[in-house]
């Protein structure tokens, strides 16, 4: 996959994969095709922009997420996304720059469109003194469900957050992880088109966050958009479809996993762990196209490789050929916790 | 409108369940409605008289003023019983020695000494000796309020005397006619005053009334307050971020505070008479005043608390300002009672609005509590004027 390089100021180089650009700037130039809703995104943002006071806290953030997309804003702390999200919700009044939910512009004062839109704040947002279902039934009615949908539908998500054998049970007197799922339930209670979590998973147990990560994946793939934000590299891998990477206020890249390792030009690296001849294996590997390095180490053969998803299989075919057994393969990318420090000359947990 | 509903019905199952609720509202307004009426047994009701032992061992001119004019008319009126002692060692002893008259408790002893009006007269030093009863502060106030107004009064006269005499020195003598001028003045106390406000409610209904009052102040915070509550706690975001518009968060809060100072002072009212033997007058002008003073309260309570930025900050400015107007409107002691600049200063607190149209209610019909409820609901309306936008505008996450 190619990239191209947009420069649009000195300071600021943005990547953008071709898939992005055809998929949603082709827009125009797709044959007569009227079909919108398809590619209409869920969510819009263009150059949302906030200072408080002097503090440019978010500089010109932009970023569109499609119905079943599960997008990313990747930074470290105080890079500006919990403003960006709180823009993007219409909880914060907005310095400059738009958002469209459905295509239809949201603003503070906007009221039916944030039915569509579920938010989990990244500071629990719960009543300590309610039971869980109280929780859930309150924000039910907020949002204007009906009384007897809401009934069933509370149920529901207090079996998804896994709080349901302590439904009636005062959220304080919950575990941080059960306050941390509780939070997460209201957000998606109403059903939103889109979810927007901002650090669900701060400060919570690592069963629990693994908990936390399967439902959000699970709802990624029932064609929920989700807005997720994050300073932990591995959940934003994990989760995530594309992924925009966040400092200072503006994205410095985007794109998926695969296409952000790819800025840092380093390769993946294959360890092979194998038993035969395995100098005679290494030969044959090195004259595999994309193979960049190839080392014989003990009990194994380990590749520098450029993609290697694409020459894994000629690897394999390679040693079989040369009588290697292998006995397991390990493939090492390039992370995006890489990607930033190329980016920013910072590691994301600075 | 639905939404604010939602949100009242969540805030006052809240509420329901915090213990500090019920202190503020019931526990203690009770408690201490009771305290007060029993065990102080305070002297505002129908038949105020204060008894003061007098000691006129000058029996000068400028004596009689005080004694026969001031006190005696007091007197006269029925606020006040005199008992008549020889020397100020006597009078000293009936206010201190309890019980040895026990028919009569002196609330205060007016010592006038020998020599008193000589010395006036002559420009020297001279004193009125107050001893007050410390079992009874207000009737024991209320005599050195009336020998301190004497002596400002006899100052004044003094300084004329002494302007007069520089002039024409034959005049001096006319200054027994001078302080007889003076004490002929209207009463320095107004007590008259007092009986017209608040005597009409009995001694139990004032006290249980005024700290019904006191407290709702606070009982109201726990609305008003909830807002910065909700920030604090982050669940405003939420709320923000629900499709509603931000009105209807304020609204829901207003709707969270009338409720819980509506159901307290129901609570209050009913229990009172019970248990008291409180007699709060008139159901329908009493609700109709309870409504107003709610009103008043919630709109004075937001006004403080949209000033505070934490809810720390709010707890801490709601309270200094409900004790404060508390006091001053006269819910602890009549303030009424004290005379002067004290006595109309008590109604720039809506608690002696509220009072007052109790008064007026017992002494009159609900048409006499128009001024009352009218000036309740004139704050209520001043106050949430200005609290309603600053709010709004606090309402971000
Ligand atoms: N209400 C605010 N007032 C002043 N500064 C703020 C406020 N909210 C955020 N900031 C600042 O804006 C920057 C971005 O903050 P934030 O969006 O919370 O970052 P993140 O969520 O990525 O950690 C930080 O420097 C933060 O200190
Ligand atoms: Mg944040």
Known sequence: MKFRINRFDRRRIVWRSPFHVAGYHGAASRSGNSDTDQDQPVLECRDLRKSFGELTAVDGVSFRIAAGETYGLLGPNGAGKTTSISMAVGLMQRDGGQVLVDGEPLDPGTTGLKAKIGLVPQDIAIYPDLTARENLRFFGRLYDMPRAKLRGRADEVLEIIGLGDRADDRADTFSGGMKRRLNIGIGLLHAPRLLVLDEPTVGVDPQSRNAILESIEQLGSEGLAVLYTTHYMEEAERLCDRIGIIDRGQIKAEGTRRELAQIVRENDRVRLSATGSLHAGAEAIGRIDGVQQVDVVDGGIDVLVEQAGKSLMALLSALDEASVSITGVEIDEPNLEAVFLHLTGRSLRD | MRSALVIAAKDLRQRARDRSVYVFAIVAPLGLAA???????????????????????????????????????????????????????????????????????????????????????????????????????????????????????????????????????????????????????????????????????????????????????????????????????????????APLPKWSIVLGKAITSFGLGLVSMLILIVATSFILGADWGNPVGVALLVVAATASAIGVMAMVSALARTSEQGAVFTSIAAVVLGILGGTFFPISQAGGVLASLRFVAPHAWFLQGLGDLAGGSIGDTVPAIAALLGFAAVTSGIAVPLLQRRLNP
């Open chain 2, 35 to 241: 305290i007060f009426g029993f065990v102080f047994n305070p002297i505002s009701d129908a038949d105020f008289t204060a008894t003061f032992a007098v000691a006129n061992v000058d029996r000068g001119p400028l004596a009689a003023p005080l004694v026969d004019g001031v006190l005696g008319g007091l007197a006269e009126d029925g606020n006040v019983r005199l008992v008549e002692a020889t020397s100020a060692e006597e009078a000293t002893r009936l206010v201190e020695g309890d019980g040895e008259r026990a028919d009569q408790d002196v609330d205060a002893a007016i010592i006038i000494p020998a020599e008193f009006s000589a010395r006036v007269q002559t420009g020297r030093p001279a004193e009125l000796r107050v001893v007050q009863n410390v079992n009874s502060t207000l009737a024991s106030t209320l005599a050195l309020a009336i020998v301190q107004e004497y002596a400002r009064q006899l100052d004044y006269v003094q300084g004329a005397v002494t302007t007069l005499g520089s002039l024409d020195p034959t005049r001096l003598a006319d200054a027994a006619a001078i302080a007889q001028r003076a004490g002929a003045t209207p009463s320095p106390v107004s007590v008259r005053d007092v009986s017209a406000t608040v005597k009409q409610l009995d001694n139990t209904t004032f006290y249980t009334a005024g700290l019904a009052s006191f407290f709702l102040f606070f009982t109201v915070t726990f609305g008003v307050n909830s807002l910065l509550e909700e920030r604090h706690a982050g669940t405003l975001s939420r709320l923000l971020a």
